[in-house]
């Protein structure tokens, strides 16, 4: 019989609902449970939700301050997001499109959570410097960059990210350093191969701290699955790995497919092939320069399913209820 069982935490159930079909008469004891948890955690959510909705927009004088703070041409942005850089600064702040139906507060809130997360349990590096807050929009601060922040991607309409005089979500990190490169399960292997030789002054530096960022990245592999999803991380020229975009854990519409099961394994052997590669290049072991595969024995998407799918553990796991 057809079970439902999370993808999220206990938490994030009661926000976005995100569920996993698959088969398996054992799981009714274990998805009976999981409603009741989730029923329970609902007001409890609701109420820390509210708290950090209360605490966390500017006001009026920091408002003003913030704005003043940021360079309003040359902004990066992607489909969701910019990045506005503060002046005379190496930090700037990712500001989440502010448009109806579309606020970002509590992905950006539990990005943060996740990335403290892997920060204090493997090492893992990131751009995060706090908590993301809210701040409005003035009508004469949007004006001055309002044509810097046209939409692109599958939502390009032709129209800013923003809208003046509406709260945005609003995330303080550090700038990526540069040269830099982002690795994806795609292209990853060239990209990395032209980082280590274009680029590495010190290859040898370069090596040891790109084995210590894919052993790291393995563990955050293991622990929050769902990152395997539109895998990607930075790369600087040190070798050292930056751990980015943690909302896809949990925003997408992959996890609305009826084929989730089968996307995910495929996704998930993938990246899992790919890292194990690099790793053994980085060993200094020798590799097919093909396509990476994967071998018996490692991790593999099917028993990560299996696993989590038997047990009180989700998929996006342990790291929100660890912080919290």
């Not at 493997?122 to 960059?145: C, M, S, T, Y």
């Not at 539109?230 to 020229?237: F, G």
């Not at 050292?240 to 009826?258: H, M, N, P, T």
């Amino acid at each position: 019989m057809i079970r439902l069982v999370r993808c999220i935490t206990t938490l994030l159930c009661a926000m976005v609902l995100y569920r996993v079909a698959i088969s398996s008469p054992e799981l009714s004891s274990a998805s009976e449970r999981d409603d009741d948890e989730s029923n329970e955690s609902a007001s409890s959510f609701e109420q820390h939700r509210m708290r950090m909705r209360n605490a966390t927009r500017l006001t009026l004088k920091e408002t003003h301050s913030f704005w003043s703070s940021l360079i309003l041409k040359g902004i990066t942005c992607g489909e969701f997001k910019c990045l506005f850089r503060e002046i005379d600064s190496s930090t700037g702040y990712l500001i989440s499109s502010n448009y109806g139906g579309v606020q970002f507060e509590e992905e950006c809130y539990y990005s943060w959570l996740i990335a403290k997360y892997v920060d204090e349990k493997f090492g893992a590096k990131h751009l995060f410097l706090e908590a993301p807050r809210r701040v409005n929009i003035p009508d004469h601060f949007f004006l001055q960059f309002a044509n810097e922040t046209i939409r692109k991607g599958r939502e390009a309409d032709g129209k800013p990210l923003y809208q003046a005089d509406t709260d945005a979500v609003i995330q303080k990190v550090r700038l990526a350093p540069q040269p830099m490169k982002i690795l994806t399960h795609g292209d990853g292997w060239t990209t990395f191969k032209w980082m280590y030789r274009k680029k590495a002054q010190d290859r040898a530096s370069f090596m040891k701290n790109f084995q210590s960022g894919i052993n790291g990245t393995m563990k955050v592999l293991e622990n929050l699955p769902l990152l395997a999803v539109d895998w990607q991380v930075m790369l600087d020229a040190h070798g050292y790995i930056y751990q980015f975009d943690l909302d896809r854990a949990f925003v997408g519409s992959i996890y609305e497919s009826s084929k989730f099961h089968e996307r995910f394994i495929k996704t998930f052997n993938s990246v899992v092939a790919l890292l194990k590669k690099m790793e053994k290049f980085a060993a200094g072991d020798s590799v097919d320069h093909g396509r990476a595969k994967m071998t018996t024995g490692w991790l593999h998407g099917g028993g990560i399913l299996s696993r989590y799918n038997s047990s009180e553990m989700d998929l996006s796991c342990d790291a929100i209820d660890a912080m919290l």
